[in-house]
């Protein structure tokens, strides 16, 4: 196990992704909404 620095230190939360139905729309979440399709498994 690496150590983080103390700035990067935890707690840190877990991106898990959940399969759905449909994207919301553009103007539900406060801020609008942008997708990118994640081929690669690794968060950007």
């Known amino acids: 196990m690496v150590d983080l620095p ?3 230190a935890g ?3 877990f991106e898990l992704a959940q ?4 994207l ?3 103007k ?3 801020g609008g909404s942008r ?3 994640k081929w ?3 968060l950007h």
């Open 28 to 30: 539900v979440l406060p």
């Open 35 to 37: 997708y990118e399709p």
């Open 40 to 42: 690669d498994g690794f």
């Open 19 to 22: 399969a759905v139905e449909a």
């Open 6 to 8: 103390v700035g990067l």
């Open 11 to 13: 707690p840190v939360d």
């Open 24 to 26: 919301p729309g553009e």
